[in-house]
């Protein structure tokens, strides 16, 4: 698919992965309606970018009816939508599942999967409306594929957009409307400090060398372009995919002893 002159939803835009998928794509030529809950930081993405390609929504992706307002925001300032790109995203707190409070659970779970979820159907006619290639785009994690301790909510969020995405590839397998979903590994992002997480030395530290940003949004739009439909980003998601395919009791384990070290 071609990317130049495309009109793009990119959300969580303006920071981590969303902003260097924003910045990548509009130096591919595209439009791009970048999607964020923090106005400081997509005021910011604008004076940085200032380009006239490029729209900024101050959009919560857990509250359905914020996502509606923002269809409406949409479709005065385009006539359709090319591409969708689910970026937004938010971890839990490091703690069990019996420790979590329900406000907690199901924001993570509002965010990170009837977010997603609700976009596209709210999308859904425009993006099938004619027959000219369109793609939808939804960034799971290697979380949504392999258990981590302490991150289980999490994980079961990615994994139920993980499946989603995979049910709606088959039913779009006919049409106009390609889907992709990505797995990315741990990335240098501020995704802990965007859902208000703090981190313990012990999670921070990993064999891994963590993705850049800049890196896996660059995979994502190549992966657009040759019409892919499953991307792992990183080489801890290869590695644990690999792992978990080979003995899931053995990789659990072995993942619990080096978070617990």
Do not use: C, H
């Not at 902003?19 to 591919?28: D, G, H, P, R, V």
């Not at 301790?149 to 079961?156: C, L």
């Amino acid at each position: 698919m071609e990317i130049k002159k495309q009109n793009v939803i990119v959300t969580g835009a303006a920071s981590g992965l969303g902003l260097e998928l924003t910045k990548q794509l509009l130096a591919e030529g595209a439009n791009v309606a970048a999607v964020d809950i923090n106005e400081d930081n997509l005021k910011k993405l604008e004076l940085d970018l200032n380009s006239k390609r490029l729209k900024t929504y101050v959009v919560d992706m857990g509250n359905v009816e914020s996502i509606k307002r923002f269809r409406e925001d949409y479709k005065k300032d385009y006539s359709d939508v090319d591409i969708i790109i689910n970026n937004a995203g938010i971890i839990q707190p490091f703690v069990k599942v019996g420790e979590l409070d329900d406000n907690t659970i199901n924001k993570t779970m509002n965010v990170n999967f009837f977010g997603p979820l609700n976009l596209i159907r709210l999308f859904m006619e425009d993006l099938t409306k004619d027959k000219k290639e369109q793609y939808i785009v939804n960034v799971s994690s290697m979380g949504g594929f392999f258990p981590f301790p302490g991150q289980t909510i999490y994980g079961a969020s990615k994994a139920a957009l993980k499946l989603f995405t995979e049910g709606l590839f088959a039913e779009l397998e006919n049409t106009n409307v390609r889907v992709m979903i990505v797995l990315p590994g741990a990335m240098a992002t501020n995704i802990t400090k965007n859902s208000n997480v703090e981190i313990s030395t012990t999670e921070e530290n990993s064999s891994f060398k963590m993705l850049s940003p800049a890196v896996g949004a660059s995979e994502i739009i190549k992966g657009i372009k040759k019409n892919k439909f499953k991307i792992f980003l990183g080489s801890d998601s290869k590695f644990l995919k690999l792992l978990y395919k080979l003995n899931s009791i053995w990789a659990i384990r072995y993942i619990n002893k080096k978070m617990n070290k």
